[in-house]
């Protein structure tokens, strides 16, 4: 609010009683400055309201320094006494919070970097317009918007551009003054985003995804989702015994985890404190996505709180069967594709020659409903490489030898499964899903698999209870609403989808440190699946493939029954 009222004060006229004061007192070219002065001081002020509010020190320091310039500013430019009191009074309030002001600067970011480059130029030439569109009882009569932005633009690299004043000195104030707010907005915001640190968080290393890799190959089997920690765009953190890890990636302000940590559970509170203390040191709203129960006990240990988010559909091979009336409707799903003359293969990656690979990715990109893919919590971001050599690849193919549909499936454990992509022809036989699923539990006990995890469903109690006699009016209305949201995104068909197989249902939470911050960690979270994402014209601009850190792969919210997974 003080950026603002600073930035409005140095764009409006200055009472003419006081400003005749001032000129008589000091050169000409120290209003004119001052003014400048106070704009940049006040739309950096409103650039630095959020990282404040993350306590950032750097932030801090600048503020300090911007409302002390300000308060001098406001006096000098036209004895703006009612700003200079408010912003003196704002200083004295961040001095007196210092304390509050300890978390770190951000690591340096290429994007950020270029983010700013290419636009504060951009709104530098519009603020310079203002400013001259504002102050036109200088220029000469007849000057036009366009020569007022061609002035702006030129002005702030100190060249003069077409724009005519009623005289010299007006045209000299000017240059000064557009010079003094080409280097406030553009050098100044450049130089705090060069001068961040370059270590942090960063996409996983080879020396860390082998660390990781030891770890799971100890500890895999506890959670479904722990071979996800390998995603390409997570960070990682390690205890201090290295005996256990947890995976993060950061999303706008949020250290955003996924799963439970990996390794041996009497590590867990160790490597949770390590990755809170880190998301304080920056100024990051810690919160974990998906976190099973017993993963949501441990940071709830740590002070965090938990939300169900819904539950997780487990095949317990021994205990499955297609028979009885149940069933049925998977029983017929079966038979239609035998019918058909659909066969299925269930192989390990590494038993499959490359040739075979690429065609797989092939159409796995090709079958794929929409151009971005979605997915971080319950999806690998990648399919075919070599170093997942132990996922199962389901394919299915119909009596020409034609891929039709696949599934691909990563290790939990050394005897469990876990859902990572599924894909099938949009023109191919209804029920090629429950077909592939049906064939590979056929197929577990030769692959030693005895749990099969397949999708997740969001606040799947509520369509559960809420259809039964006797539900209260908040459930039904809380189910009314999430069936209205089905038209949209597949939650009630998901659900569907995952019952129809009769299977063991685990919940999965959601853990953050305060209510306030769930409005932040939803937005986090909805950009890290991918459900917010850039616009289509904007990809198209950036003209590059979709990166896993922007949108990532994510098959899960794709009931199986649907034609386009």
């Not at 082998?210 to 722990?226: E, H, P, V, Y």
């Not at 170093?387 to 599934?407: F, I, K, S």
Request: charged share 20%; with cysteine.
């Amino acid at each position: 609010m003080v950026g603002l009222i600073t930035a409005l004060s140095a764009l409006s006229p200055a009472i003419g009683v006081r400003f005749a004061m001032v000129n008589k007192m000091v050169p000409p070219v120290f209003p004119v400055t001052a003014t400048i002065g106070a704009l940049t001081s006040g739309i950096l002020l409103i650039l630095l309201a959020r990282p404040l509010k993350r306590g950032k020190q750097r932030a801090w320091t600048i503020a300090v320094i911007l409302t002390a310039l300000a308060t001098v500013f406001h006096v000098i430019k036209g004895i703006d006494v009612e700003e200079a009191v408010l912003t003196g009074l704002v200083l004295v309030l961040l001095l007196s919070s210092r304390s509050n002001f300890v978390a770190r600067a951000d690591p340096r970011s290429t994007k950020r970097l270029l983010a700013t480059v290419f636009l504060m130029p951009w709104f530098t030439i519009m603020a310079g317009w203002l400013l001259l569109t504002l102050r036109d009882r200088y220029q000469a009569p007849g000057s036009t918007s366009w020569e007022r932005v061609q002035e702006a633009a030129l002005g702030l690299i100190g060249i003069d551009g077409p724009l005519e004043f009623v005289g010299q000195r007006h045209q000299d104030l000017t240059s000064l003054g557009l010079l003094l707010l080409g280097f406030g907005l553009i050098v100044v915001p450049i130089l705090l985003v060069v001068s961040q640190p370059s270590g942090g968080p960063h996409p996983l290393t080879d020396e860390e995804q082998l660390k990781l890799r030891n770890i799971l190959q100890k500890w895999g089997k506890i959670d479904s989702l722990s071979y996800f920690a390998l995603r390409d765009d997570r960070s990682v953190i390690f205890n201090k015994s290295q005996k256990a890890a947890l995976t993060y990636r950061v999303v706008g302000t949020v250290s955003l985890a996924a799963g439970d940590p990996v390794g041996d559970p009497e590590a867990w509170p160790g490597v949770i404190e390590t990755w809170l203390a880190e998301a304080k040191s920056y100024g990051w709203t810690p919160a974990v996505l998906g976190a099973s129960e017993a993963g949501a006990a441990a940071f709830h240990r740590a002070g965090m709180e938990t939300l169900e988010l819904g539950d997780e559909a487990i095949i317990r091979v021994a205990d499955f069967t297609l028979e009885g009336r149940e069933m049925r409707g998977i029983r017929q799903a079966v038979s239609r594709c035998q019918r058909a003359g659909l066969s299925v293969t269930c192989t390990r990656l590494g038993d499959i020659i490359e040739d075979d690979r690429v065609e797989l990715r092939a159409k796995a990109d090709e079958w794929r409903d929409g151009a971005v893919e979605r997915g971080f919590s319950m999806a690998l971001n990648r399919f075919g490489e070599d170093r997942d050599d132990q996922c199962v690849v389901v394919q299915t193919r119909n009596d020409a030898g034609e891929l039709v549909g696949l599934l691909n499936f990563v290790p939990w454990g050394t005897e469990g499964l876990s859902l990572d992509l599924m894909r099938r022809a949009h023109d191919t036989e209804n029920g090629v899903m429950e077909f592939m699923v049906a064939e590979l539990w056929k197929a577990c006990p030769s692959l030693g698999i005895k749990e099969l995890s397949l999708n997740f469903a969001v606040l799947r109690y509520v369509f559960e209870r809420g259809e039964r006699l006797g539900a209260g009016p908040v459930l039904r209305l809380w189910r009314a609403v999430l069936i209205w949201l089905s038209r949209f995104w597949q939650i009630e068909s998901l659900y569907r989808a995952n019952a129809k197989y009769r299977p063991e249902w685990l919940p999965r939470f959601l853990c953050f440190v305060n209510v306030g911050d769930l409005p932040t960690v939803s937005t986090a979270a909805l950009r890290a699946e991918a459900f917010l994402v850039a616009p289509d014209w904007l990809q198209r601009l950036r003209s590059r493939p979709v990166s896993p850190a922007t949108t990532d792969q994510k098959a899960r919210p794709t009931p199986l029954d649907q034609a386009s997974p």
